[in-house]
């Protein structure tokens, strides 16, 4: 990658422009388009005025009573390929992150999820403010078992582990399609985690195409975040198997 460009764990803010015939994505604005090299200094040098591209990626802490998804090791825009190694967790109605994983069941308060490695998680879904009660109600009932159940011992990779720990979650919730769709592990993958992680990663393989050659001029088709999606070819691999998320330290 050029030495300006450093690995982000914020929003890189990815833009689209157009000056002459195609549509170019860039992490800043260029002096010239990468098309006709025409000079771009004023506002009227371009057929379409540029515009940023929203950020799928959250902070945690600013959501709460949410699921929330991370690359076990690494991030989203460097490292994530494919759904291998996905990490699943839950926050609480103070933004804490509750998780299970090979320590067993723990918690990241608000106050340190930003260094954390869920600095930059996607969503896959949150509650409305009604169900916070419950919702924590639920999760305080869950972690009274972690000294029996939710054991860094009785922790397996394949079998027992974070989306185990969801799951069962989501199930006591008794939340509406939500947890029947938990009651089985590829249920609920396909229609909550596949869709989350296809998009990002339409978003993460654009990113590393702008970080490695400066820009990305995209070949037909309006400049729409879809677009944008489109335009980012399958180069992230998103098709997860529910068995496949699985747990890793780091
Ligand atoms: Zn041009």
Request: charged share 20%; with cysteine; glycine share 4%.
């Amino acid at each position: 990658m050029p030495s300006n460009m450093k690995a982000v764990f914020e929003d890189p803010g990815i833009i689209c422009f157009q000056h002459c015939k195609n549509k170019v994505f860039s992490i800043k604005l260029l002096a010239k388009c990468p098309e006709c090299q025409t000079e771009l200094n004023s506002d009227d040098a371009y057929k379409m005025m540029p515009f940023r591209l929203p950020y799928p990626f959250i902070k945690p802490h600013q959501h709460p009573c949410s699921i929330i998804l991370r690359p076990t090791h690494g991030d989203f825009l460097n490292d994530y390929f494919n759904a291998m190694n996905l990490h699943i967790g839950l926050t609480t109605s103070n933004g804490t992150i509750i998780e299970f994983d090979q320590w067993g069941l723990h918690k990241t308060p608000t106050n340190q999820s930003d260094t954390s490695h869920w600095s930059q998680s996607l969503i896959v879904e949150t509650m409305t403010e009604p169900w916070y009660e419950h919702w924590d109600d639920i999760l305080h009932k869950m972690e009274k078992t972690k000294d029996t159940k939710w054991t860094s011992a009785a922790y397996h990779e394949d079998t027992f582990n974070c989306y185990t720990f969801v799951l069962d979650f989501l199930q006591n919730l008794n939340y509406g399609t939500l947890s029947a769709a938990a009651q089985n592990r590829t249920t609920f993958c396909e229609r909550y985690i596949v869709p989350r992680t296809t998009a990002a990663g339409k978003y993460i393989s654009l990113y590393r195409k702008i970080r490695d050659h400066g820009f990305y001029i995209h070949t037909n088709s309006a400049c729409t975040a879809a677009a944008a999606a489109a335009a980012a070819t399958a180069t992230t691999a998103v098709a997860v198997a529910s068995n496949a998320i699985r747990e890793g330290s780091d």
